[in-house]
């Protein structure tokens, strides 16, 4: 008797099936009545400078929410603060970066009052320069508040991002587009040669 | 009646072919199997190979830190000039692997080759098609430039509609590595060995199951050799012309909660889901493919209604499918996230 048509077969067959078909509608569902929101964070710049003051804007979070900032890395959880969303569900804000906290690499956090995650940047954290180098700010277009120091560069490469590829100058070199060239030449000429050859004579 | 294999009196062989017990090939197999719709899992292998041996150059170059991730593939492409080509020789041989293995399915499919006792290599090639999904994906991500950032997006936006089972593909499962680095880890050694194994469980079962093709005709699997290594040197030549020809490009690093690109073309099928059915497509779109491919050989076991079922079915779903790309190529882009 075929494994298919002996009861365990089919038991295992028809039961697989079904916890298959029902646990992706039945996850979908759960986990839809769970979602909320999820926002951006935007940085100026991704290394934040121990000591300063960096100004962090958010954007398309829940309205009126509030929101936890935190450092998270290996050497633990740092709040910078708390935050209030706007009616759009944007803010604008300055933090304080500990300047006793390790260096290295972290993720700024925002952590919704549920303790949801909701958005998350990675970071760099580095050393207090000698001569303290401002951050740049944040433009802000709607009328938001304005931090020192703008990179327009910087900030109209975060607010418009495109799908167009970068100009870049590819990097050439005779030998290697030459040897590609020939090493083209030889698959054809050798794949044609294998395939004209009579099969079986070999 | 069957056929004997032809044999060409005694083989000889050299020492060397004799010292890698190449005699090993000179088993018989069906005769029609020397045809290219039996070869198009092999050239699949050979575009495996390919992505193989040019990814172990990338990862020389590559740096998976997330804030270094992007400007070392932009340092690949405007400084290393035999590494970018060996980039655009690994995005081609990823698309010729999809092109190839869709292709692979399809006549495997038609000619029914998952029918008793196949059912096994069917699914473990289902499987394979999974991996390379999977390593489609994290590859498409390790730029970080804008079309993967939104690939990742998608990702944990996915991994959240999943429950605990996407909790590894959370940003927060661990804080001392940023989920690039665990995703390249993934594209690198998880997927790769995972490949490797399952494909081993695939070349075991053809070997020895041997392929379904028609007719008592046989002849050495050594003949086979000959137009497979005809037809993989014109792969590679294709390869290489698609990638001196039109290399690929990089987005500016990507920015957080945007959705301006569209993903990989092996990817729009899904794209096009989410555009019907919001985020969840990407969940249910998947479901359906697979889900089908993983009753094909239990719906289609003899001839009969499920046969004739299972056959139109397949062929609506590859027509959905080819249908469903070209609409997400030309269709405006849209915005799927947290809809
Ligand atoms: C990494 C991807 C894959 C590789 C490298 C691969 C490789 C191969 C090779 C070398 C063969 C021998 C004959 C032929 O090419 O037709 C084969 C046969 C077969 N493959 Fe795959 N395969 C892959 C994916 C798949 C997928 C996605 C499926 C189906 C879902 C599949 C199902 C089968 C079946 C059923 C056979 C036996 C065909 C027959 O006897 O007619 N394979 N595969």
């Known amino acids: ?202 | 009646m069957t056929t004997p294999p032809p044999t060409a009196g005694p083989t000889r062989h050299g020492p060397v072919a004799e010292r890698l017990a190449l005699h090993g090939l000179d088993y018989d197999v069906p005769a029609r199997a020397n045809r290219l719709d039996f070869m198009l899992g092999a050239l699949t292998l050979v575009s495996l190979t390919l992505l193989a041996v040019t990814g172990i150059v990338l990862t020389q170059y590559y740096n998976p830190a997330p804030l270094a991730a992007h400007s070392s593939v932009q340092y690949i492409i405007t400084n290393v000039p035999l590494v970018t080509f060996l980039r655009d020789v690994h995005v081609w041989s990823a698309s010729g692997a999809m092109v190839l293995v869709f292709a692979h399915l399809a006549a495997v499919f038609w000619r029914r080759g998952f029918r008793n006792p196949r059912e096994g290599l069917w699914w473990s090639g289902v499987l394979l098609l999974a991996l390379l999904f999977g390593l489609s994906f994290t590859g498409t991500v390790l730029t970080g430039d804008q079309e993967a950032v939104e690939a990742l997006a998608h990702a944990t936006a996915g991994a959240d509609l999943v429950g605990p089972l996407g909790v590894p593909l959370q940003e927060a499962f661990t804080p001392s590595t940023p989920l690039l680095t665990r995703l390249y880890g993934v594209h690198v050694s998880v997927l790769p060995l995972a490949l490797v194994l399952i494909l081993g469980l695939h070349l075991w079962l053809i070997r020895h199951l041997g392929v379904s093709a028609a007719g008592t005709e046989r002849a050495l699997f050594r003949s086979h050799l000959r137009p497979l290594g005809g037809f993989a040197l014109l792969l590679v030549a294709v390869v290489g012309i698609f990638a001196i020809a039109l290399p690929h490009g990089l987005l500016a690093p990507g920015v957080g909660g945007f959705e301006v690109t569209k993903p990989p073309w092996e990817f729009l099928w899904i794209y096009a889901a989410e555009n019907l059915l919001g985020m969840n497509g990407m969940l249910i779109a998947p479901a359906v493919l697979f889900g089908f491919l993983a009753i094909v050989p239990i719906s289609d076991r003899q001839p009969g209604r499920g046969a004739t079922v299972t056959r139109v079915l397949g062929v609506t779903l590859f027509v959905i499918l080819v249908v469903a790309i070209v609409y997400a190529a030309l269709a405006p882009g849209q915005t799927h996230l947290g809809m």
Not at chain 1, 50 to 78: D, Q, W, Y
Not at chain 1, 137 to 157: L, N, R, T, Y
């Open chain 1, 1 to 202: 008797m075929s494994f298919y048509r002996s009861w365990p077969g089919r038991a295992l067959i028809v039961g697989s099936l079904v916890a298959v078909i029902t646990s992706i509608p039945a996850t979908v569902i759960a986990a839809d009545a769970l979602r909320h929101p999820e926002g951006t964070l935007k940085l100026a710049k991704r290394q934040l400078v121990a000591g300063s003051t960096v100004p962090i804007r958010g954007e398309m979070f829940a309205e009126h929410g509030k929101l936890a900032l935190l450092l998270v890395g290996v050497a633990g959880r740092f709040r910078l603060g708390d935050v209030t969303t706007d009616s759009v569900g944007g803010f604008a804000e300055s933090f304080d970066i500990p300047a006793d906290i390790e260096l290295g690499a972290y993720r700024l956090v925002a952590i919704a009052t549920d303790g949801d995650e909701v958005a998350s940047l990675n970071v760099e954290l580095l050393a207090e320069s000698p001569a303290p180098e401002k951050d740049p700010g944040i433009s802000e277009d709607d009328g938001g508040h304005v931090e020192d120091g703008h990179s327009h560069d910087a900030e109209s490469a975060e607010d418009a991002p495109t799908d167009e590829p970068l100009i870049l100058e590819r990097a050439g070199s005779p030998w290697v587009r030459g040897g590609a060239v020939v090493g083209i030449i030889i698959a054809l000429v050798g794949g044609g040669l294998l395939l004209r050859r009579p099969q079986g004579t070999g």
